[in-house]
């Protein structure tokens, strides 16, 4: 099992891996989602390398490893740490809600943006994630959270 900075490695090496492999793969990264009903976009955006690699690099902040009420939130929240108190609270160390991808990724974007669902409501809330822009981004950082599960050993704690 991964330690935080070796958790953090594996994000930025995969932050650095999806920018280049979106570069290469272009349009054709597109193709390639869209083959998978959970991620299908329209149209290709020269700009998907760059959003889809700060996904995975906003793991550093919003990381499955929140879950612990201490380490991540400490070093990456600063003073906002309690922000995260009821989350690290809630769900024990390497739950499926926490740290099972997809499962894991979407609770803690919907944990995160809980201040904004009464401003956006439920439908508005669902009309960002389908932006353009949101799904690259969604995608990196569910790439992040499934590299990180696989170095915790894949656990799978209900
Ligand atoms: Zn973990």
């Known amino acids: ?12 090496i995969t932050a650095g891996c999806t920018v280049a492999i979106g570069f290469i793969l272009g349009e054709h990264a597109v193709e390639i989602m869209n083959s998978s009903q959970s991620f299908a976009v329209a ?8 959003l889809t690699g700060l996904g995975a ?6 990381g499955p490893d929140l879950d612990l009420s ?4 400490k070093r990456w929240w600063g003073p906002l740490k309690m922000l ?8 024990p160390h390497r739950h ?7 499962i894991g990724t979407f609770g803690r974007v919907v944990y ?11 439908p508005g809330f669902i009309m960002w994630t389908v932006t353009w ?21 894949m656990p799978v704690r209900v």
């Open 133 to 153: 822009w949101a799904q690259p981004i969604l995608f990196g950082l569910l790439l992040a959270d499934m590299m990180h599960w696989v170095a915790d050993g």
């Open 84 to 91: 995260w108190y009821p989350y690290g609270k809630l769900i």
């Open 1 to 12: 099992m991964a330690n935080g900075r070796t958790h953090d490695r594996i994000t930025l």
């Open 70 to 73: 201490g380490g991540k939130a």
């Open 96 to 102: 499926v809600l926490s740290h099972f991808p997809v």
């Open 57 to 62: 690099l906003i793991n550093l902040w919003i």
């Open 112 to 122: 995160f943006s809980l201040p904004l669902l009464p401003a956006m409501g439920c």
């Open 43 to 50: 149209r290709y955006h020269p700009s998907f390398p760059i």
